[in-house]
């Protein structure tokens, strides 16, 4: 069954990157608003990909296929990551102090 907490995550990690890239931004004094659309637009397909999953799901269920492995949980882990490395590239290029208690 398609997990409505696993999108509600997905969406807090993927604010929480935007508004760390954008102060990233400001802090390098490169604001460029293209670079914010084109970054935007992945955030957004990544949260229709997202919902593409949970309509497979939904699918399979309804028609009852069989068991399908949960790919609603298994693609939003893979979102969080990536955003979670992204995120950490922000704060670290932000403050330099916190770039040597992230990398190894």
Same mark, same amino acid.
């Given at each position: 069954?398609?997990?409505?907490? $696993?999108?509600?995550?997905?969406?807090?990690?993927?604010?929480?990157?935007?508004?760390? @890239?954008? &102060?990233?931004?400001?802090?390098?004094?490169?604001?460029?608003?293209?670079?914010?659309?084109? @970054?935007?637009?992945?955030?957004?397909?990544?949260? &229709?990909?997202?919902?593409?999953?949970?309509?497979?799901?939904?699918?399979?269920?309804?028609?009852?296929? @069989?068991?399908?492995?949960?790919?609603? $949980?298994?693609?939003?882990?893979?979102?969080?990551?990536?955003?979670?490395? $992204?995120?950490?590239?922000?704060? $670290?290029?932000?403050?330099?102090?916190?770039?040597?208690?992230?990398?190894?």
């Amino acid at each position: 069954m398609v997990c409505s907490f $696993s999108y509600l995550v997905v969406f807090g990690f993927i604010c929480f990157d935007v508004l760390t @890239g954008v &102060l990233k931004a400001f802090y390098n004094g490169v604001v460029n608003s293209s670079c914010l659309r084109r @970054g935007l637009i992945h955030k957004f397909t990544e949260l &229709l990909t997202l919902v593409g999953c949970g309509l497979i799901e939904y699918t399979a269920n309804y028609y009852d296929i @069989g068991n399908i492995p949960d790919l609603v $949980s298994a693609f939003a882990l893979y979102i969080c990551g990536m955003e979670l490395i $992204s995120i950490i590239e922000n704060l $670290s290029e932000i403050n330099p102090t916190l770039s040597g208690f992230f990398k190894p």
